[in-house]
C-alpha cells in the first residue's frame, strides 16, 4: 500500500469516526446542556425553613398543609392533624431530588406523560402564601415494560418545572406520595378505649351488653336465658378491639350520607372510670364513619372527638357482631 492511498484511509477513518460520534449524541438525545444537568437538584433554591404550606393540586383535588405552632394540618380537614413525620420526609426528599435525565419536550409530549393539566402541581409557599418553588408530577417511569402501570411500583417520576415548560426530567423516586388523598398525609393515631369494664351495643336489629368485675374477671352477658352461654373468647375480642382502632382517613366536614343520623351505638366504660359513647355510620368502601366522645380530659382525644372518622371495617367487626354470635354453639345432636 503506498504512503498516499494509507493518508487517505486515515483521513476518512477520522471522518467517519467524527460521524458516527455526532450520530451518538443526537440517536441519546443529550446535548451538552442536558447532560451539565444530570445529577443537580430540581428545585436548587428550596430551603425546608422556609416552608409553611404545601399545596397539592390534582385536576378538581387540592389538598393544603399548613405549619401550625403545634404542628402541621390539613386544612380541607378543617385542621385534622397531619403526619409529621410524612411532610418531614417529603420536603426533604423533594429539596434532595436529583435530575437523572433531561430532554426537550413539546405541548404533544406534556398531555401524554400528564405533564399538564392532568398530572399534580406540588407548591412550597412562604408564611407570606408566596411561591417557593413549584414542580408538576406527571406519569410513572418504568426501565421495562410492566403489565399493570397504574398499580406497579415505578422505577422514578416525569417531572417539570412551570417555569420551564420545554424541558422534561426524570427522578429516581417514583413520589407516590405527591398526591392530594387526606389519607396519605393524616396522623393515624386513633382514640383507644382499654381495659373495657362495661360494654353496650346498640344495633339496628337488635343489641347486647357485656360486664365484669374486675381485670381478669369473666365477662357476664346481661339478660342470658336459660341455656344461653356466653363465649369468653368473642366477649374479649368484642372489648379487646376497641384498644386497637386505627384511622385510615378523616371525612371532609360537609360529608354527606353518612349513616351517623340513625347509627349504631357502642358504649362503653373502663375499669378507671372513663367513658366513651361511640356512633357508627354507613360502611364507605372498607371504613365505617364513626363519631364519638370520652369523659377523658385528653387533648387528643378531645381534637379527634370534632371530626368525623374513617376506621376500617376489620377493627370493629368483633365488636358489631350481633349477639347470637356472641354465644357458645351449642353441639350438635347426635343422630340415629
Known amino acids: 500500500m503506498s504512503a498516499r492511498v494509507a493518508a487517505i484511509l486515515v483521513a476518512l477513518l477520522v471522518v467517519l469516526g467524527g460521524a458516527a460520534l455526532l450520530f451518538q449524541r443526537q440517536e441519546s438525545g443529550h446535548p451538552p446542556e442536558a447532560a451539565a444537568a444530570l445529577g443537580k437538584r430540581v428545585l436548587p433554591d428550596l430551603k425546608a425553613a422556609d416552608v409553611a404550606r404545601i399545596r397539592i393540586a390534582q385536576q378538581t383535588e387540592t389538598l393544603t398543609l399548613e405549619r401550625k405552632e403545634?404542628?402541621?394540618?390539613?386544612?380541607?380537614?378543617?385542621?385534622?392533624?397531619?403526619?409529621?413525620?410524612?411532610?418531614?420526609?417529603?420536603?426533604?426528599?423533594m429539596i434532595e431530588l436529583k435530575i437523572g435525565q433531561s430532554e426537550p419536550i413539546g405541548e404533544k409530549d406534556r398531555a401524554r406523560l400528564n405533564l399538564d393539566a392532568s398530572g399534580s402541581r406540588v407548591e412550597f409557599l412562604d408564611s407570606e402564601n408566596k411561591t417557593l418553588a413549584a414542580l408538576v408530577v406527571g406519569r410513572?417511569?418504568?426501565?421495562?415494560?410492566?403489565?399493570?402501570?397504574?398499580?406497579?411500583?415505578?422505577?422514578?417520576?416525569?417531572?417539570?418545572?412551570?417555569?420551564?415548560?420545554g424541558i422534561v426530567y426524570v427522578v429516581s423516586d417514583p413520589l407516590a406520595q405527591a398526591a392530594a388523598r387526606s389519607a396519605d398525609w393524616i396522623d393515624r393515631t386513633s382514640f383507644k378505649v382499654e381495659k373495657v369494664k362495661r360494654l353496650e351495643v346498640r344495633l339496628p336489629d337488635g343489641g347486647w351488653r357485656i360486664e365484669r368485675p374486675g381485670d381478669n374477671a369473666d365477662w357476664k352477658l346481661a339478660g342470658?336465658?336459660?341455656?344461653?352461654?356466653?363465649?369468653?373468647?368473642?366477649?374479649?375480642?368484642?372489648?379487646?378491639?376497641?384498644?386497637?382502632?386505627?384511622?385510615?382517613?378523616?371525612?371532609?366536614?360537609?360529608?354527606?350520607?353518612?349513616?351517623?343520623?340513625?347509627?349504631?351505638?357502642?358504649?362503653?366504660?373502663?375499669l378507671d372510670g372513663a367513658s366513651y359513647a361511640i356512633k357508627v355510620g354507613r360502611l364507605m368502601g372498607?371504613?365505617?364513619?364513626?363519631?364519638?366522645?370520652?369523659?377523658?380530659d385528653d387533648a387528643r382525644e378531645k381534637r379527634l372527638s370534632a371530626y368525623t372518622l374513617l376506621i376500617p371495617k376489620s377493627k370493629l367487626e368483633d365488636t358489631l357482631k350481633p349477639r347470637a354470635e356472641l354465644l357458645e354453639k351449642k353441639p350438635a345432636a347426635n343422630k340415629k
Open 224 to 270: 342470658a336465658k336459660p341455656g344461653e352461654k356466653l363465649d369468653i373468647g368473642r366477649a374479649n375480642a368484642a372489648s379487646y378491639s376497641l384498644s386497637l382502632l386505627e384511622l385510615d382517613d378523616v371525612a371532609p366536614k360537609d360529608a354527606k350520607n353518612t349513616g351517623l343520623d340513625q347509627p349504631t351505638v357502642i358504649n362503653a366504660s373502663t
Open 140 to 165: 410513572k417511569y418504568f426501565k421495562r415494560e410492566v403489565e399493570n402501570p397504574d398499580k406497579a411500583p415505578a422505577d422514578g417520576r416525569f417531572v417539570q418545572r412551570p417555569e420551564a415548560p
Open 70 to 93: 403545634d404542628g402541621w394540618v390539613i386544612a380541607e380537614r378543617d385542621g385534622f392533624p397531619a403526619d409529621l413525620g410524612k411532610v418531614r420526609d417529603f420536603v426533604l426528599k
Open 286 to 296: 372498607e371504613d365505617y364513619y364513626v363519631t364519638f366522645t370520652s369523659s377523658r
